[in-house]
Structures are given as C-alpha cells and as structure tokens.
C-alpha cells in the first residue's frame, strides 16, 4: 500500500510473532556462523546472534516505513487508543521526528485498537480525510512482505550485530 502523498496513521505496530521474522532472523543467523567459520564462539550464541538480527529486521522495517512516507511527501503519526504505553494507558497520537522514534513508538505501544470504526474519526480529528490508516493486520501485513523480501543472496550482512 503506497501511500503516495498521503499522510500515514499507525494504529497498530506489527505483531511479530504473526510473522516469520524468528525465522528469517535464524536464516540470517546460520548464514552468519556458515561465512564465518572459524568464529566457534559466534556458533555458541547462535541464538544471540538471532536475537539481535530480529531486533536489527525491527528497526529496519520502522526505518522503511518512515522514510517512505516521507519520500513520498506524508509523514507518519503513531495514534494510541485505549493503549498501554510504558507505564501509562489511554489515548494518544505522536508524530516521530526520526525512525529511530518511530521504533520506539513501535516496540514501546503494547496494544492498539482495530482501525474500524475509528479510521473516518482519525481521519477526521487529524484533518486529513485522503490518510492512510494502518491498524495492526495491516502493519503486520506489511512487516511480512518486508521481510519476505529480505534475500540472503545479496552477499551483504552487518557484522557489526555480532559483538
């Protein structure tokens, strides 16, 4: 879903266990520890290692997500509805300076309301009738596409997860 110019709305971050990030994050984890043979220590913590490769996938999806919608001349706003965010509850909207911000916003909401009936409402309050409003499903929707184009063809991987 392009937004083309249109502002985006997150009502919901991806729900990750719904996709198959564990698993691309252990396919990127092996292919580590196979180019790298003669690490053993890095074979030991196969598991950090894919820890921090899901971690990395989060972060770069909040990245495409953010520098898409600004390439495309909207903006992201992250809105809350009945949430629970860090140590407080209820409602609320932000609008990320960074995607570093928006993963955290991400990462940060525990629970979000489903888009409808409350899309023309958002649209509405933030007067913005042409926004495209994303609710979990539909950022879930979107983090599985994203990954699925994750290939390990590419010959490129950041080392420097592997500490």
Same mark, same amino acid.
């Given at each position: +879903?392009?937004?083309? /110019? +249109?502002?985006?709305?997150? #009502? ?8 198959? #990030?564990?698993?691309?994050?252990? *396919? #990127? ?6 180019? /790298? ?5 890095? +074979?030991? +913590?196969? &598991?950090? @290692? ?9 972060? %770069? ?6 520098? %898409? ?7 992201? %706003?992250?809105?809350? #509805? ?8 209820? !409602?609320? /909207?932000? @609008? ?14 525990? &629970? ?9 409402? @958002?649209? %509405? ?15 879930? !929707?979107?983090?599985? *596409?994203? @990954? ?5 063809? !590419?010959?490129?991987?950041?080392? !420097?997860?592997?500490?």
């Amino acid at each position: +879903r392009a937004s083309q /110019h +249109r502002p985006v709305i997150l #009502l919901g971050a991806p729900s990750w266990n719904k996709t198959s #990030l564990v698993k691309k994050a252990n *396919e #990127l984890s092996e292919h580590y520890c196979q180019h /790298h043979p003669d690490d053993e220590a890095s +074979r030991g +913590r196969l &598991s950090d @290692i894919s820890h921090q490769y899901s971690a990395f996938i989060k972060k %770069t999806f909040a990245d495409y997500v953010y520098q %898409t919608a600004h390439v495309n001349g909207g903006g992201v %706003t992250v809105c809350w #509805l009945g949430a629970s965010y860090g140590f407080g509850q209820g !409602t609320g /909207h932000h @609008i990320p300076q960074s995607a570093a911000e928006l993963n955290a916003l991400m990462a940060g909401v525990i &629970s979000y309301s489903q888009r409808d009936p409350y899309a023309h409402y @958002i649209r %509405t309050a933030f007067r913005s009738h042409d926004a495209l409003v994303l609710d979990e499903d539909d950022s879930t !929707t979107i983090a599985q *596409e994203f @990954i699925n184009g994750l290939k390990l063809d !590419t010959g490129e991987y950041p080392t !420097t997860l592997v500490t």
